[in-house]
């Protein structure tokens, strides 16, 4: 299985509580929470990770602006809870550039 990768403008920003605020997204009738946000020159580390994290049967999404690569991960997925963190610590590089900032603009 391999991740969707959609521009960023398709998708619809929200907040949500599990055991703290987190950020989520809509997406074609499903709903994703946040995984890691990668510069635009960190485009291969990005797509390494969603195909990591798709590999392991979980509905992945790699929205895409012209300053960063967001992936998000289905809260349908067995990986959301507690091991989507170690997932993506074992997976990314030394060197990987991540870009953290995140900030949508999130209608209340």
């Not at 798709?54 to 895409?64: L, Y």
Request: aromatic share 12%; net charge negative.
């Amino acid at each position: 299985m391999f991740p969707l990768v959609v521009s960023q403008d398709l998708i619809q920003p929200f907040k949500f509580w599990h055991g703290d605020v987190r950020l989520g997204m809509r997406y074609a009738d499903e709903l994703y929470t946040h995984v890691r946000s990668y510069a635009v020159s960190a485009r291969l580390d990005a797509y390494e990770l969603a195909c990591s994290l798709a590999q392991n049967g979980s509905r992945v999404c790699v929205a895409c602006s012209p300053w960063r690569y967001t992936i998000w991960i289905s809260l349908r997925s067995p990986l959301v809870d507690s091991h989507v963190d170690s997932h993506v610590e074992q997976t990314l590089a030394v060197d990987t550039v991540v870009d953290d900032s995140v900030i949508y603009p999130v209608a209340v």
